[in-house]
């Protein structure tokens, strides 16, 4: 594979990442076929390329895409990429709210996320009393609280119950100017956590129990707001899981529609389930610069870190060839990342490292373009948002 690859992209200095679209295409055909007959909603964070989401777009299975802000919703709507675009994060966007209320065919085709009436506080705020019908999508918190001051999974929605989420669907269905048609509702704790970390058996089954009894406690506590709220408001869709979860989020009879980005693109963080395995697709090259001694080679730049908690597993991952790994005192750095391992004495400057980074979509933050490849040549070259001059946060 790094023969192909090198190839590929002989013409072209890196550091520069790829597409490998035979990868990326398996990948979507996989999510497909784990989703059941639901269709999937494309999350637009873990690609953060157009070219890329109008490509799994245009394939059978997918419809619509999760946005992570109101500004980037608003931008694929001018580009015409879909008529379903749901920001899936509250939005205190003063500017991109008037926008919106100002463009009829984006008030047609985005929804907005809120879990409290705070948030069409805000709104009204940006907009005045008086303003034209903005589509909103009610977020319920799906965390698992089995005690008193428990919580597992993601700090989101307060709205947790059936009975808040029919009272704030009330609240929403009373305020002029809105217009209540989805529900939003996703399991991080299960969708995002892989259940066989590498090398810690004891916490993979320890997540594999919580889990399951999140996901069992989930069904039924779901069933009930999604009802509630039906009760109150004529619901478009209602939206769960990720790409970890769609088997089991695809089981539960309230959820009409799944989501999912990050099993597009396979990065290193989704290497840690027993269900699945996305293949690597998008890949950074980085040049050796520098062998400094016996077992050691220097690559340019690569400091591409991901987000979240700040551990090693955060850290880009060394690809090809097999059997480099990071230094732990240097780890990947702003100008130089040193590798080590037998195959560092068969690199010399100038040579290619390909690495994988740990999250899908935060390679695009760092490139302008993906090279995508197609068996040993580049197909084309595509900006990425940043490459587009767009930065959404």
């Not at 802000?69 to 003063?94: C, R």
């Not at 970390?197 to 997540?207: E, N, S, T």
């Not at 695809?250 to 395995?277: M, Q």
């Not at 060839?321 to 004495?345: F, I, M, N, Y």
């Amino acid at each position: 594979m790094r023969t192909r690859l090198d190839t590929a992209t002989k013409e072209h200095d890196p550091p520069f990442a790829i597409v490998d679209l035979d990868a990326f295409d398996g990948n979507a055909d996989d999510l497909v076929r784990r989703a059941g007959g639901l269709p999937i909603r494309v999350a637009s964070k873990s690609v953060r390329v157009r070219a890329l989401l109008e490509r799994v777009l245009d394939r059978p299975g997918y419809a619509g895409v999760m946005c992570y802000s109101l500004a980037e919703a608003l931008w694929l709507s001018d580009h015409d990429l879909s008529d379903d675009l749901l920001v899936a994060y509250p939005t205190v966007d003063h500017g991109a709210l008037r926008r919106l209320a100002a463009d009829e065919r984006a008030r047609g085709r985005v929804t907005i996320v809120v879990d409290s009436v705070e948030h069409l506080d805000v709104v009204r705020a940006a907009l005045g009393a008086h303003h034209p019908p903005i589509r909103v999508c009610l977020e319920l918190d799906v965390s698992w609280r089995p005690a008193p001051g428990l919580h597992v999974g993601p700090r989101r929605s307060p709205v947790h119950t059936a009975r808040d989420a029919g009272e704030l669907a009330a609240a929403i269905a009373r305020r002029p100017g809105f217009r209540l048609v989805g529900v939003m509702a996703y399991e991080g704790q299960i969708a995002g956590l892989g259940d066989r970390p590498p090398g810690r058996p004891v916490r993979g089954a320890v997540l594999r129990w919580v889990q399951r009894r999140s996901a069992a406690e989930l069904v039924e506590r779901r069933g009930a707001a999604v009802a509630a709220v039906r009760r109150v408001a004529e619901l478009e869709f209602v939206n769960g899981g990720g790409t970890g979860s769609l088997e089991v989020t695809g089981a539960d009879p309230a959820v009409t529609e799944l989501a999912a980005g990050s099993g597009l693109v396979g990065p290193t963080l989704f290497d840690g389930y027993r269900g699945f395995r996305p293949r690597p697709a998008v890949l950074f090259a980085l040049p050796v610069v520098r062998r400094p001694a016996r077992g050691v080679a220097t690559l340019f730049a690569g400091g591409y870190v991901a987000s979240g908690t700040g551990t090693p597993d955060r850290l880009p991952s060394p690809y090809l060839p097999v059997g480099l790994k990071l230094l732990p005192l240097e780890g990947a750095g702003e100008v130089q990342t040193p590798v080590v391992g037998r195959a560092a004495d068969s690199l010399r400057p100038g040579d290619r490292v390909w690495l994988r980074h740990a999250k899908a979509g935060e390679p695009a933050e760092r490139f302008t373009h993906y090279h995508l490849v197609r068996g040993d040549a580049v197909e084309r070259t595509v900006p990425t948002y940043r490459g587009e001059g767009q930065c959404f946060g």
